[in-house]
């Protein structure tokens, strides 16, 4: 089984030329390295999202909220985290993976990734 985005993603990658697919992938090293330098996040995952602890950015002040409260002010700004906890097995689950979200990094420009780690900073930080 593998998802829809992912075949034609697959398929665009068969039809783009050498230098095309190139390109393509350097893009993404480089919007996944200016999100996740913007936000002092190590990187987890791949070239087409990250994936990181809402709790742990640094400087960042609210621990104690809830996240399903810190997804839905960082919705309310424009920023949209997909929660990872139900990715994980039942028992691979822990109270660390609770406050664990995805950011997709594809098909968007370094500037409104840049803008969504600012708006991400004005409300946690």
Not at 17 to 42: I, M, P, V
Not at 69 to 98: M, N
């Amino acid at each position: 089984f593998v998802p829809g985005p992912s075949q034609l993603l697959g398929i665009a990658h068969i039809v783009m030329g050498k230098s095309e697919r190139e390109t393509y992938l350097q893009d993404l090293q480089e919007n996944r390295d200016l999100f996740c330098r913007e936000l002092a996040l190590k990187h987890k995952g791949n070239n087409y999202y990250i994936i990181f602890d809402l709790n742990a950015l640094p400087g960042c002040t609210t621990q104690e909220m809830p996240i399903e409260e810190k997804l839905l002010r960082l919705a309310e700004v424009g920023v949209v985290f997909i929660p990872v906890h139900r990715f994980f097995t039942e028992s691979d689950r822990t109270e660390e993976t609770l406050s664990l979200v995805r950011a997709s990094i594809v098909n968007t420009t370094p500037e409104k990734l840049k803008e969504a780690a600012g708006r991400v900073r004005e409300v946690l930080c």
